[in-house]
């Protein structure tokens, strides 16, 4: 009869550990879902903080083109406030980072940029004169490529990071 207690005992004990089991993996699941879901929220923010960024670059170069200023003037002046919006609109928006220090995360994005210009007309250069696209189709590709693969990832957890980004040992990368 005592064979039989510790049997029932132990299968009970199975069972509540197996609901529990589930109920955690759900939880787990949950909180994936609502980290995934953020994080989308944020990579849809930054993809329109570029874009408003390229609207004022490029606004600012035509209204400077239509005033007579030389061109290499109107594009360097478009090119920094375009920068400029992007980098505030991504910091106070896309990212939330409002408390980051403003120095360091200007510089970052400073390095960032200027990596990105190299690796966006190298990767162009490679698949416009070496794999043959057209032109268009080269920047275009280099550009989604470079964006995903570079800007995003480390506009997210190297420059607006914070106290949580890659540098910091946490790994956790962020808000």
């Given at each position: 009869m005592a064979s039989?207690?510790?049997?029932?005992?132990?299968?009970q004990?199975?069972?509540?550990?197996?609901?529990?089991?589930?109920l955690r993996?759900?939880t787990?699941?949950?909180?994936a879902?609502?980290?995934v879901?953020?994080e989308r929220?944020?990579?849809?923010?930054a993809?329109?903080?570029?874009?408003?960024?390229t609207?004022v670059?490029?606004?600012?170069?035509a209204?400077?083109?239509?005033?007579?200023?030389?061109y290499?003037?109107a594009a360097?002046?478009?090119?920094?406030?375009g920068a400029?919006?992007d980098f505030?609109?991504?910091?106070?928006?896309a990212?939330?980072?409002?408390?980051?220090p403003?120095?360091?995360?200007a510089r970052?994005?400073?390095?960032v940029s200027?990596?990105?210009?190299g690796?966006?007309s190298?990767?162009?250069y490679?698949l416009?004169?070496?794999a043959?696209?057209?032109?268009?189709?080269?920047?275009?590709l280099a550009?989604v490529v470079?964006?995903a693969?570079w800007?995003?990832?480390?506009?997210r957890?190297f420059v607006?990071?914070?106290?949580?980004?890659?540098?910091?040992g946490s790994g956790?990368?962020?808000?």
């Open positions: 039989v207690a510790k049997a029932a005992a132990r299968s004990t199975t069972e509540v550990s197996a609901r529990q089991d589930v993996a759900r787990l699941s949950r909180n879902a609502r980290l879901w953020r929220g944020r990579f849809l923010r993809q329109l903080s570029s874009a408003i960024a609207g670059d490029w606004v600012l170069l209204g400077l083109l239509a005033a007579g200023v030389h290499l003037v360097a002046a478009g090119a920094l406030l400029a919006t505030f609109l991504k910091k106070w928006w990212f939330d980072a409002a408390q980051g403003l120095a360091r995360e970052r994005y400073a390095m200027v990596a990105s210009a690796l966006n190298g990767l162009a490679l416009v004169d070496s043959r696209l057209r032109p268009l189709e080269g920047l275009l550009s470079v964006m693969g800007n995003y990832p480390l506009q957890w607006f990071a914070g106290r949580r980004g890659l540098l910091s956790s990368g962020g808000r």
